[in-house]
């Protein structure tokens, strides 16, 4: 019976610190990994051929029999793919991907205690890095920061807890710094309530609620003392008015019936309530029990 072999050229390195031979072996066909030792029987390299197609795409590096490194060439065009670097118990510390194949990193995943803690990407791969995903113990992202535009400033955030996901829009302020544009809170992948500030003041102007149908409810105007009430339409169904600015909305509007209606004075959070009414009609008369 004839036994096929394949001729592996391979780069050793040997314990004598500095001294490396080249070897070329004869290894037969179907050979999925090849080991290597030092003098005192500790594993100084290893190949492997995870997916039996002849090609060594995985090459595992030691030192005094601790793995220090695994490079990763899938295509077998010798530009690795994949680096990943472990730490003294031999968990992965680092991992670097070269996705693009320009023999430069161009995304970051970075380990504690051998977990997923971090992961830094270059998109565009113009040599900065526009995302940033970061991950709690249980391996769930917590937070991710975007750079949209590619310009080195994150202006995007997003936080993640539970069910909920809030994300904050941001604008550089020069020489240093931030404002917060906007904030967005979505319950169960539907939002919920949103935040503008126009002015850039640092007080939100508009605020905005939303029903679970995605339909918006109520709009808020804190520096105008005023907020609207929507059925479904774009155009407000009820306005509501702070008369004596001391926080409590004290008169509605109907834009239908064109008429002021003082009401027992209301907070904003009872307000927030109204969103359960979906008819015009079943808000005023709510409003109307409450005045008597």
């Known amino acids: 019976m004839k036994l096929a072999f394949w001729f592996v050229t391979l780069l050793v390195f040997f314990a004598v610190p500095g001294l490396a031979k080249t070897l070329r072996l004869e290894v037969p066909k179907g050979t999925a ?3 290597f030792y030092d003098q005192e029987g500790k594993v100084l ?20 029999g601790r793995l220090l490194k695994t490079i990763i060439d899938k295509n077998h065009n010798r530009i690795p793919e994949e ?7 031999g968990r992965p510390s680092r991992a670097l991907f070269d996705r693009n194949e320009d023999k430069k990193p161009d995304k970051w995943q970075l380990y504690q205690n ?4 971090r992961v830094e990407e270059d998109r565009d791969f113009d040599g900065q890095k526009d995302l940033i995903s970061e991950f709690n113990a249980q391996g769930q992202v917590v937070r991710i920061l975007r750079d949209e535009d590619h310009d080195g400033f994150f202006e995007i955030e997003e936080k993640f ?18 404002v917060l544009l906007s904030r967005a809170i979505y319950v169960n992948g539907k939002l919920s309530k949103r935040f503008f500030d126009k002015d850039q003041d640092g007080v939100f102007e508009i605020e905005e609620l939303f029903r679970p149908d995605g339909t918006r409810c109520l709009l808020f105007a804190p520096k105008k003392h005023e907020a609207f009430f929507y059925v479904k339409s774009r155009k407000p169904a009820l306005g509501f008015r702070d008369v004596d ?11 239908k019936e064109k008429r002021w209606l003082k009401i027992t004075p209301i907070k904003t959070k009872d307000l927030e309530m109204l969103c359960t009414l979906k008819k015009e009609q079943d ?3 709510y409003l109307e029990e409450e005045t008597r």
């Open 114 to 117: 051998g977990r997923l803690k």
């Open 83 to 89: 680096t990943i670097i472990y730490d003294l118990k």
């Open 283 to 285: 808000v005023i008369k």
């Open 161 to 178: 807890c539970d069910k909920t996901r809030e994300v904050l829009t941001f604008k550089a302020l020069k020489p240093k710094g931030r």
């Open 33 to 35: 990994q090849i080991i």
């Open 245 to 255: 600015k001391d926080g409590l909305f004290d008169h509605v509007f109907s834009y």
């Open 45 to 64: 390299q290893s190949l492997e051929d995870l997916d039996h197609d002849g090609y060594f795409e995985q090459t595992s590096i030691f030192k005094n």
